[in-house]
């Protein structure tokens, strides 16, 4: 069992910019690959970025300019740093692992039905 816990969450204006911290516990060794998500009001959760065990990356097109996945295992946390934020990015932001998603080229790899394990989220608004 995997245990994820959001933080970082918070109001900013456009164009600022805020890190997201999710602490994972557990049984970890079998996770294959870790992500972000976010949902904003009335619409579907999206896939932002993804990370394996080797660190290797995949974003979401649309958000890699902005936004920065990133893993620190002594600390047992993954990162979210977003910049350059913009009303439209106001959301709840999720982590999320799963044992069997391919990080790297996996079709359902920033598909939120594909993980198993989830954390609360943590809001963000931007305005």
């Known amino acids: 069992h995997v245990q994820l816990v959001e933080s970082g969450g918070g109001s900013v204006q456009p164009g600022g910019a805020l890190r997201l911290s999710c602490a994972y516990s557990?049984?970890?060794?079998?996770?294959?690959?870790m992500g972000w998500f976010r949902q904003a009001p009335g619409k579907a959760r999206e896939g932002i970025a993804v990370?394996?065990?080797?660190?290797?990356?995949a974003y979401a097109e649309s958000m890699k300019d902005r936004f920065t996945i990133s893993v620190d295992n002594a600390k047992n946390t993954l990162y979210l740093q977003m910049n350059s934020l913009k009303p439209e990015d106001t959301a709840t932001y999720y982590c999320?692992?799963?044992?069997?998603?391919?990080?790297?080229?996996?079709?359902?790899?920033?598909?939120?039905?594909?993980?198993?394990?989830w954390g609360q989220g943590t809001q963000v608004t931007v305005s």
């Open positions: 990370i394996d065990s080797d660190g290797d990356t």
């Open positions: 557990g049984v970890i060794s079998f996770i294959s690959c």
């Open positions: 999320a692992a799963d044992p069997d998603v391919r990080c790297l080229g996996g079709a359902g790899r920033l598909r939120d039905s594909e993980y198993k394990y």
